[in-house]
């Protein structure tokens, strides 16, 4: 596919089967990943490949997340706001959980890790496309807790970037095309 096609035609992919894809797949993004670009080649970004039973642990967090929202309810409400959580995470066969630490060097700007990890899971994300498969990057209040940071390892200047969810799109599923400004719209030539 090329560059230009894969871009214009990538969509974020909601519904995907519960078909896994192989790790060979998997690490194929994940490549594709490490070579975003990055200011000082600091590298920031760190991907946990969560699959099968390993969805709990993102589940924990959002169920946790969910609980957190309820004032004075009973532990049966408890429960099933924790279960909803788990149920969340299992939306996809794979969740690849995108975190960023940011570089010690001193010349570094945090920033710019940001900015890195974002390419690398839109890098991630054409890749995927290519591949077949569908992908949605979700973030919400969960990605940004402490519990998030705990459960999958962050320090206390990383950050949680936020989940993407891989899959084979499910059959018959056309994602929306958004609209877009148009190029006009978001662009100014200055030529002297």
Same mark, same amino acid.
């Given at each position: 596919m090329e560059t230009i096609k894969a871009i214009r035609t990538r969509r974020s992919v909601r519904k995907v089967s519960d078909k896994e894809p192989s790790r060979e797949l998997i690490e194929q993004i994940l %490549? #594709? #990943?490490r070579r975003a670009p990055n200011h000082m080649n600091t590298e920031p970004w760190h991907f946990i490949v969560l699959t099968g039973e390993g969805r709990n642990k993102l589940g924990a967090v959002y169920g946790k997340e969910n609980q957190k929202t309820l004032k004075h309810a009973d532990q049966e409400t408890l429960n099933a706001a924790y279960e909803k959580g788990i149920a969340s995470a299992k939306r996809a066969p794979v969740i690849i959980v995108v975190t960023m630490e940011p570089s %010690?060097?001193?010349r570094a700007v945090a920033i710019e890790d940001v900015a890195a990890t974002a390419c690398a899971v839109e890098n991630l994300m054409l890749a995927a496309h290519e591949l077949?498969?569908?992908s949605i990057w979700r973030t919400g209040g969960a990605a940004y807790t402490d519990e998030a940071k705990k459960v999958f390892g962050v320090s206390e200047?990383?950050?949680v970037m936020g989940f993407v969810y891989v899959?084979?799109? +499910? +059959?018959g599923v056309v994602p929306k095309v958004p609209e877009r400004k148009s190029v006009a719209e978001i662009s100014e030539w200055i030529d002297a």
């Open positions: %490549d #594709a #990943a %010690d060097n001193p077949g498969l569908g200047k990383g950050r899959g084979y799109p +499910e +059959e």
